[in-house]
């Protein structure tokens, strides 16, 4: 009977162990509801992974342990992040579920994450970004913390909209231009973007409004959503690779065919017309100071 006592007693224990971790983990998962919707699955973690595709692009949404990363051509991913993404920086590298790698995930910071596929969705396996980006990501979220000289500039490069360009003064415009239907950049449009960003830098409260456009092929739909992805592209190589401030940079516009810079009548007119113009502005409130 001692022995069948302790039987139960064992069991019972057991029982009582098992209905005291799993409820608190179903109820932690019911509580704070995300305040910030980022369209996506919730994935788990399944025992085998399928290698996933590198991302590259911005974070543009954020709600716990999903972010919404936006690449150039203006597609959106939804990754879910847990505590074996590695999170790395130019400086180190931080662990997955570290308040400081949490904290770090802002809203406008370039990343690039590597991902493992879980049925639907993804799972970021690495997620990798510059010191100097997340500084940046920082300055634009704390705002006042570093008290930047352009933080007038900053605000209004925020609100910033092609409505209100006659707050501005042109300082210069560069263009480049693609190839029919791509919004591809060539060798020689990258430098030539850097070169215009190494410009403007020169440029006392400077800031950059990009502008996509088309030529006359396609639907005004078609066109419409090429522009912006040509605008896109355009920004995330300044941004990216000749190091042009986010703050700095006005709202992107896509105009798809309007404002063409010659007719759309030749292959020579059209082919100026497929383009991104990069504007230089200063406002006119700081412009001279």
């Known amino acids: 009977m001692r022995s069948i006592t302790n039987e139960t007693g064992l069991l019972a224990m057991a029982a009582v162990a098992t209905a005291l971790a799993f409820p608190v983990s179903l109820s932690a998962q019911s509580q704070n509801p995300d305040p910030i919707i980022v369209d996506g699955p919730v994935q788990s973690q399944p025992a085998a992974l399928v290698k996933g595709p590198e991302i590259k692009g911005v974070i543009t949404a954020r709600s716990n342990d999903r972010l919404q990363i936006t690449t150039a051509d203006g597609q959106n991913t939804v990754v879910t992040f847990d505590a074996n993404t590695r999170i790395r920086t130019s400086g180190g590298l931080f662990g997955g579920r570290s308040k400081l790698a949490q904290d770090s995930l802002l809203n406008g910071l370039p990343v690039t994450v590597k991902t493992w596929q879980s049925g639907d969705g993804l799972i970021a396996n690495q997620i990798s970004f510059r010191n100097g980006d997340l500084k940046t990501a920082t300055m634009i979220r704390n705002g006042t913390a570093q008290q930047f000289a352009e933080q007038t500039a900053a605000t209004e490069a925020l609100r910033g909209r092609m409505g209100d360009i ?98 759309n009548d030749t292959e020579e007119g059209k082919a100026q017309n497929r383009r991104v113009s990069v504007n230089v502005l200063v406002s006119k409130s700081v412009d001279g100071i």
């Not at 415009?173 to 020689?188: E, H, K, P, R």
């Not at 070169?195 to 006392?204: F, I, K, L, N, V």
Request: some cysteine; overall charge neutral; proline content about 3%.
């Open 166 to 263: 006659d707050k501005y003064n042109i300082k210069g415009t560069t263009n480049v231009y693609f190839d029919t239907g791509q919004a591809v950049l060539s060798s020689q449009a990258k430098a030539k973007l850097c070169s215009a960003a190494s410009q403007a830098e020169a440029t006392d409260n400077a800031l950059l409004l990009v502008v996509g456009y088309t030529d006359s092929v396609g639907s005004e739909e078609y066109n419409q959503t090429l522009s912006e992805k040509r605008a896109a592209r355009v920004i995330n190589h300044l941004q990216q690779q000749c190091r042009w401030k986010p703050y700095r940079m006005l709202t992107p516009t896509g105009m798809a065919e309007s404002d063409p810079l010659a007719s």
